[in-house]
C-alpha cells in the first residue's frame, strides 16, 4: 500500500447492498462485512473484493455496472448512503475513494430507482430509456461526407465553451436517481440546450425538442419541480440553466413550429 | 387542436400551466392584499365595507371572478395530478436510504403538501367570508353596504381560525418561497444578469405578503 | 499462402484517390439487400455503422455495454490531430504521414498510413457538422495545441474530453440510424465466436449478458471494431471491460494476428497503490511540458522517503536526480512516452524509485508554481490535478506528483490489407483492434483519428468492393456453421461453470498481468520470454482445471463473462511471448534488451525486421505459423531515433 499516506490503517466495514435475482423477484439488503479495506482503494474496488470473498465461498457476487473507472464512461451508478455517487459533490462511484469512510462505518449501497430504470439484477439497471431519448432527436442529421469546411461557420468561443459544457453530460442517470420526480429533465436539456446553443443544431431544433420531450414522457420519467437535487448530484456538474433552456425551446417549438401533431 | 392538447398533457405543458397560473394567483394575491389593507384603516370598516360592496357587484370584477377561479382549477388539478404522476415515475419501490435533504430544500420538495395545506384554508375562508356574502343576507352597514368588516370581526374572534389563517400563511409563504423563482425557471425566463434579481424579489414579495396576511387574524384577535 | 495487402499503384499521393476509383460499387438499390454486422461500437464502431447504414446496408451493431455511448473510445483525454494546416505552420497531409511513421519506428505501412493523413482532414468537417464542441478560439474558429512527436500544432481538442465528444457524435449519428430502422441495436450481448461458411465470415454467435442467451446472427459480412487487448496485463489504462475475445475468435477462425508484441506503455499515469488495484488511471502527456521528472540522487535517501522517515520537500536539490534532463539535455523531460517510460523504470530498478511500493518517479511542478503561480498552473491542469488529488488524495500543488509507466494501447492488431479486410473474406477490422497504422509506436492524439478515419472514410468504401462480388441473396443461420458455433460456444461455458476449483477469475488474471508486465512489458529479453512462456502454459492449465464460478450460464453472471474473457487472453499473451522473442530487435514500443545501443536506446534491424509479423492460429497449444509481410518504405527514408 502506498498512496498518500502510508500510515492510514485499514478499516473494517459492514455494507448493507441491494440483493435483487432478476427484474422479476423481489430484492432486499444483504448485510455483508468487508475487512482490511484501504483508504486508497476506490469505492469499487472495495466492492471488488467483496466480490472476490463471495466467489471463493461458492456465492454469487453483486452484479454492479462499471467499466472506465475514470469517471467518464458513465456506466457505474450506485446509491450510496442515501446519495447518487456517494457523499462526495462532483464525482462518480469510481472516483470516490474510502478515504471518504471511516473505520466500523455502515455503508448502505442501492440501485438507481425509477419505473423508468427497471433494476437488471442486483446494483445494475436498465437505462436504455435514455438511448432511446437520443434516438429521437439528439443528433444533427447530416450523413457522413459532403460537410462543409470546419472552420466555414465561426462560433463565439462562449457559446462554444456552454455547448461543450452542456455536451460534458455521462448519461450515469443519478439525476433521475436523485430526483424526488424521478425526472430525466437534467439528462434531455443538456442535450438539447447543447445543440440549441450551437449552428449546426439549429435546423432542427423544433423537431428535436417537440420529439425528445415526447419520448421522455412515454419512456414514463417525472415532470421537473425544479428542486435542484439534480444538478447537485450531477458528477460533471451540468447546470440547471439547461433546463430553463429545455423549457424555453419547449414552448418556442410548440408556439411555432409547423407541427399540427 | 390536438396540438394544444398535446403541448399542454406534456410534462413540460403541464409544467407551463402550472407557472402561468402561479404567477396570475400572485397577481391576485397582491389585489387582494392591497384591498385588505383597508382592514387596519381607523373608521369602524367604512372603506373595507365600500371596497367588498364594488368586488362584489362590479361586472369586470364579476368577469375576472371567473379567470381567478379558472386560474386556481388549474393550479390545484395540475399540480395533484403531476404530483401523482411524478411519485408513479418514482417506482414502487423506494430507497431504503435517501438522505435527500442533503441536496435540496424541504419546501422545494414539499409544494405539493403546502399547497394542500393552502386549499385546504382557501376552503375554509371562502366559507367564512365570500360564501356568507355572496350567498347570504348580510347586515348593511351605514353607508347601505354590505358589513363585511363586522364578518372579519366576527371571525377573528375564534382563536382556531386565527390559528388556521397564520399557519396558511406560513404554508403559503414556504410555498411562494420556492413557487415564484420556480415559476420563471419553467418558463425558462432564465439569464445570468436577472435571475438572481428574480430570486431577490420573489423572496421579499413571499416575505411581504404573507406576513401582511398574516397581521390581519393577529390584529383582530388582540386589537380589536 | 499469405493474402494479398492490395495495395494500389502507383504514387502514395494518389493511390487511394486511384484505389477508390477501382473498388467495385454496389447499386443504392441494391444495397439494402446486404446486410452488415458491426461488432463495438466505439468511435471506430459507431462511426462505421452510421456510415454504412446512410449509404443503405442493413446494419446490426453489438455492443457489451448497456449503452453504444458506453465504449472506452469515451476516456481519451488529449484530442485528435488532423493536417488542417489552420495554425498556418506549415503543416500538410505529407507532414502528418512523415511523422506518423516516423513515430511507429519504421513499422507500419507506408500507404496506409498516407490514406489516414488524407481523410484526417474529413473528420474535423464531419463531427464540426456533427455538433462536436471542439475548443475555439475568441475569433471564433477552431483551436489546436501541440501533441508530442509533432513540431506543429495540429491537434483538434475539446478540453480534456475529447474522445467524450467525438464518441458522443458517433453515438448520435449512430442513434439516427437506429430512429430510421437502418441500424439493430443489439446491446449487452457479447460476441463469442464468428461463423465462417466456405472460408468467408458469415456471422456471428453472441450472448446476451442479461438473460445468457446464445444467438446467431447472419450477415453478407462482419466488422470488428472491438478495440485493444491492453488489459492482458490486467493493470491498463483501458477500461474493465476491455478484452480481445471477439478478435481472439476470429483469430481462431482463420484471421492472422499481427505485430501482438507492440504495446504502448504510458510514462504519465497515476501508480499502483495496492494489490486490490483495479485499472491505472492516465494523467494526460501534457503535463510533462512543465513537469520535472526526478528521483533522489541515492537508493538510501530514496529508502528513508519511503518509510516515511523523511519529508520530499526536505531532499535538497543535490540530492534530486533530474534523470531525463540529465541523459537527453536536447529533449528533456519531452522525451517519446517509449524513452521515458524505459528510464522510470531503470530508476525504479536502480531501488530509486518513491512511494511505499517503490514503483513511482517524481513529477515536480514547484519550479513552474515558482516562476508563474499556482492559479497560472491550476488553468492550464487544474482537471488534471484535481483528478490526481481525488484518487491519491494528496495536494499535487503542494508536493511532486508521483507518476509510474502503464500499459495504454496496442498497436498490434489483426491484420488487415489496404481495404481494412482480414485474412477471412468477408471480415473487416477498424480501429485499434486492427494493426494497421501506427507500426510499432503510436503518437499521442491519434487514435482517435484512426478510429474514425477507418469507420467514417475508408470501410463504407472498400467494403462494397467485396459486397459487390457477393451474390445479393439473403443470408441466413441455417448453414450447420451456426448450428455447430452456437454448440461449441455453449459447450464452453458450460466447460467453464463445471471446473469447480478455487480460484477466480481475477486471481488468474492478476498472475497472467503480473507475468506480461514482468516479462513482456516495457523491456523484454529472450530468457525472461522464455520463462514467461512457460508460465503462461502453466497457468493455462490450472485454469482449466481450478477455476471458480459461482450461478449459472442463464442469467447476468459477470464472473463467467470475465472468466471467458481471461482464458483468451491467456492465449494471446502466450502470442505476444512468442512474438516478442522472434523480433530480435528494438523497436518503438519493443524494447528487447540485447538489442541496444551503447547508450541503451533502442537498436531496430531493418535488414531483418522491416516486416510485419502476421500469425496464423493452427490448433490449440500448438505453436502458430509466422507468416511475414515485407514492408517497403518508398517515401520515408529509415533514420535511427535520436534525442539527446
Known amino acids: 500500500m502506498a498512496g498518500s499516506n502510508p500510515n492510514a490503517k485499514p478499516m473494517n466495514l459492514t455494507l448493507k447492498v441491494w440483493r435483487q435475482k432478476n427484474r422479476i423477484t423481489k430484492g432486499g439488503i444483504v448485510d455483508y462485512q468487508v475487512k482490511d479495506i484501504s483508504p486508497d482503494m476506490s469505492f469499487l474496488e472495495m466492492l471488488d473484493v467483496l466480490n472476490e470473498d463471495l466467489l471463493r465461498q461458492g456465492q454469487e457476487p453483486v452484479a454492479f455496472d462499471h467499466d472506465c473507472r475514470e469517471g467518464i464512461c458513465g456506466s457505474c451508478n450506485l446509491f450510496i448512503n442515501g446519495r447518487a455517487h456517494g457523499p462526495e459533490q462532483g464525482t462518480t462511484t469510481c472516483q470516490l475513494h474510502m478515504r471518504k469512510f471511516s473505520d466500523g462505518d455502515t455503508i448502505t449501497i442501492e440501485p438507481w430507482r425509477a419505473t423508468a430504470f427497471p433494476v437488471n439484477k442486483d446494483l445494475s439497471v436498465d437505462r436504455s430509456a435514455f438511448d432511446r431519448i437520443i434516438q429521437a432527436g439528439g443528433y444533427v442529421s447530416i450523413n457522413t461526407g459532403g460537410t462543409p469546411d470546419a472552420n466555414e461557420i465561426p462560433i463565439p468561443k462562449d457559446i462554444s465553451d456552454r455547448a461543450f459544457e452542456a455536451a460534458t453530460c455521462i448519461g450515469c442517470g443519478a439525476c433521475v436517481a436523485s430526483c424526488k420526480n424521478a425526472s430525466a429533465m437534467l439528462f434531455v436539456s443538456a442535450k438539447v440546450s447543447q445543440l440549441a446553443l450551437l449552428p449546426q443544431g439549429h435546423v432542427e431544433r423544433k423537431t428535436r425538442v417537440e420529439n425528445m420531450v415526447a419520448q421522455m414522457d412515454l419512456e414514463g420519467f417525472g415532470a421537473c419541480t425544479n428542486i435542484g437535487s439534480c444538478a447537485a448530484e450531477c458528477p460533471v456538474g451540468i447546470s440547471l440553466e439547461n433546463i430553463a433552456i429545455l423549457n424555453q425551446e419547449f414552448l418556442a417549438a410548440k408556439a411555432t413550429s409547423n407541427n399540427l401533431a | 387542436m390536438s396540438w394544444i392538447s398535446k403541448t399542454f398533457s406534456s410534462s413540460i405543458g403541464r409544467k407551463i400551466i402550472m407557472a402561468i397560473t402561479g404567477l396570475f394567483l400572485c397577481s391576485f394575491l397582491v389585489v387582494h392584499l392591497v384591498g385588505n389593507l383597508q382592514l387596519f384603516k381607523a373608521d369602524n370598516g367604512v372603506a373595507f365595507n365600500a371596497y367588498s360592496e364594488f368586488m362584489g357587484h362590479n361586472p369586470i370584477i364579476r368577469t375576472l371572478e371567473i379567470v381567478l377561479v379558472l386560474g386556481f382549477g388549474f393550479h390545484i388539478y395540475e399540480g395533484l395530478s403531476l404530483a401523482i404522476k411524478n411519485r408513479a415515475a418514482r417506482g414502487a419501490q423506494g430507497y431504503v436510504s435517501n438522505h435527500i435533504e442533503q441536496n435540496s430544500s424541504w419546501h422545494s420538495r414539499s409544494m405539493a403538501m403546502l399547497g394542500s395545506i393552502v386549499l385546504f384554508f382557501l376552503i375554509v375562508h371562502l366559507y367564512n367570508f365570500f360564501g356568507s356574502l355572496r350567498f347570504t343576507d348580510v347586515p348593511r352597514d351605514a353607508n347601505g353596504n354590505e358589513d363585511a368588516y363586522a364578518l372579519v370581526l366576527d371571525a377573528f374572534r375564534n382563536p382556531l381560525y386565527v390559528a388556521l389563517y397564520v399557519v396558511a400563511q406560513f404554508a403559503l409563504l414556504y410555498h411562494l418561497l420556492h413557487g415564484f423563482s420556480s415559476a420563471f425557471q419553467t418558463l425558462g425566463l432564465v439569464h445570468r444578469k436577472y435571475t438572481p434579481a428574480v430570486k431577490f424579489i420573489g423572496y421579499g414579495f413571499s416575505i411581504v405578503v404573507c406576513a401582511a396576511f398574516a397581521a390581519m387574524p393577529i390584529y383582530f384577535y388582540f386589537f380589536k | 499462402m499469405f493474402p494479398d495487402s492490395k495495395i494500389p499503384e502507383g504514387p502514395i499521393t494518389e493511390k487511394w484517390e486511384k484505389h477508390k476509383f477501382n473498388v467495385k460499387l454496389v447499386n443504392p438499390a441494391n444495397k439494402r439487400k446486404y446486410d452488415i454486422i458491426v461488432v463495438g461500437t466505439g468511435l471506430a464502431g459507431a462511426s462505421a455503422a452510421a456510415s454504412l447504414a446512410e449509404l443503405g446496408y442493413n446494419v446490426k451493431a453489438f455492443t457489451f455495454h448497456d449503452s453504444p455511448r458506453r465504449a472506452h473510445s469515451i476516456a481519451a483525454q488529449g484530442g485528435i490531430n488532423a493536417a488542417k494546416n489552420y495554425q498556418n505552420d506549415g503543416d500538410s497531409v505529407y507532414r502528418l504521414f512523415y511523422d506518423t511513421v516516423k513515430g511507429g519506428d519504421y513499422r507500419s505501412r507506408e500507404a496506409n498510413v498516407y490514406r489516414l493523413a488524407q481523410v484526417s482532414v474529413n473528420i474535423i468537417d464531419q463531427c464540426v457538422a456533427q455538433g462536436v464542441p471542439f475548443a475555439r478560439e475568441y475569433g471564433g474558429l477552431l483551436a489546436n495545441r501541440s501533441f508530442g512527436g509533432a513540431q506543429v500544432s495540429r491537434t483538434f481538442y475539446a478540453r480534456g474530453q475529447t474522445g467524450q465528444q467525438l464518441l458522443l457524435g458517433a453515438y448520435s449519428a449512430l442513434s439516427r440510424q437506429v430512429a430510421y430502422g437502418k441500424v439493430k441495436l443489439y446491446t449487452r ?456
Open chain 3, 189 to 644: 450481448s457479447e460476441m463469442l465466436d464468428l461463423v465462417t461458411v466456405d472460408g468467408q465470415a458469415r456471422g456471428i454467435i453472441t450472448r446476451n449478458l442479461l438473460t445468457g442467451e446464445v444467438e446467431q446472427h447472419a450477415a453478407h459480412a462482419v466488422v470488428l471494431a472491438t478495440g485493444g487487448y491492453g488489459n492482458v496485463f490486467f493493470l491498463s489504462t483501458n477500461a474493465m471491460y476491455c478484452n480481445a475475445t471477439a478478435a481472439w475468435r476470429a483469430h481462431k477462425k482463420g484471421a492472422y494476428f499481427a505485430n501482438p508484441c507492440f504495446t504502448q506503455i504510458h510514462p504519465t499515469c497515476i501508480p499502483v497503490s495496492g494489490d486490490y488495484q483495479s485499472k491505472l488511471t492516465l494523467m494526460s502527456e501534457s503535463l510533462r511540458n512543465d513537469g520535472r521528472v526526478w528521483v533522489p540522487a541515492t537508493k538510501e535517501t530514496a529508502e528513508k522517503l519511503r518509510k516515511g522517515e523523511i519529508n520530499v520537500n526536505d531532499i535538497q536539490e543535490a540530492d534530486r536526480d533530474y534523470f531525463l534532463e540529465r541523459k537527453y539535455p536536447a529533449f528533456g523531460n519531452l522525451v517519446p512516452r517509449d524513452v521515458a517510460s524505459r528510464n522510470a523504470k531503470m530508476m525504479c530498478d536502480e531501488g530509486r524509485g518513491v512511494g511505499s511500493t517503490g514503483l513511482a518517479v517524481f513529477l515536480d511542478f514547484a519550479d513552474v508554481i515558482q516562476r508563474t503561480s499556482a492559479e497560472a498552473v491550476s488553468q492550464k491542469y487544474g482537471n488534471l490535478f484535481d483528478m490526481y488529488a481525488k484518487i491519491t488524495g494528496e495536494n499535487p500543488y503542494e508536493r511532486p506528483m508521483r507518476i509510474y509507466p502503464a500499459v495504454h494501447y496496442t498497436m498490434g492488431g489483426l491484420w488487415v490489407d489496404y481495404n481494412l479486410q482480414t485474412s477471412v473474406p468477408g471480415l473487416y477490422a477498424t480501429g485499434e483492434c486492427n494493426f494497421s497504422d501506427h507500426g510499432a509506436n503510436r503518437l499521442g492524439a491519434s487514435a482517435l483519428m484512426q478510429g474514425l478515419a477507418d469507420g467514417y472514410f475508408v470501410i463504407p468504401y472498400t467494403i462494397g468492393d467485396y459486397l459487390a462480388q457477393t451474390p445479393p441473396k439473403p443470408v441466413t443461420t441455417e448453414h450447420p456453421a451456426f448450428q455447430q458455433a452456437q454448440a461449441d460456444v455453449e459447450a464452453r461455458v458450460q466447460k467453464l461453470l463445471s471446473i469447480n476449483g478455487t480460484r477466480t477469475p481475477d486471481d488468474f488474471h492478476k498472475k497472467l498481468g503480473h507475468l506480461m508486465w514482468e516479462y513482456c512489458g516495457m523491456s523484454r529479453n529472450a530468457e525472461g520470454l522464455r520463462y514467461a512462456k512457460a508460465e503462461i502454459q502453466k497457468l493455462r492449465r490450472e485454469f482449466w482445471s481450478d477455476l471458480k464460478l459461482a450461478g449459472t450460464e442463464n442469467e447476468m453472471n459477470q464472473a463467467l463473462e470475465k472468466a471467458g474473457r481471461v482464458a483468451d487472453f491467456l492465449e494471446l499473451g502466450e502470442l505476444m511471448v512468442d512474438d516478442a522473442l522472434d523480433r530480435n530487435e528494438s523497436c518503438g514500443g519493443h524494447f528487447r534488451e540485447e538489442y541496444q545501443t551503447p547508450e541503451g536506446e533502442a537498436l531496430r534491424n531493418d535488414d531483418e525486421y522491416a516486416y510485419v509479423a502476421a500469425w496464423q492460429y493452427t490448433a490449440d497449444n500448438q505453436p502458430e505459423i509466422l507468416n511475414k509481410e515485407e514492408l517497403t518504405f518508398e517515401n520515408v527514408k529509415l533514420t535511427q531515433r535520436s534525442y539527446k
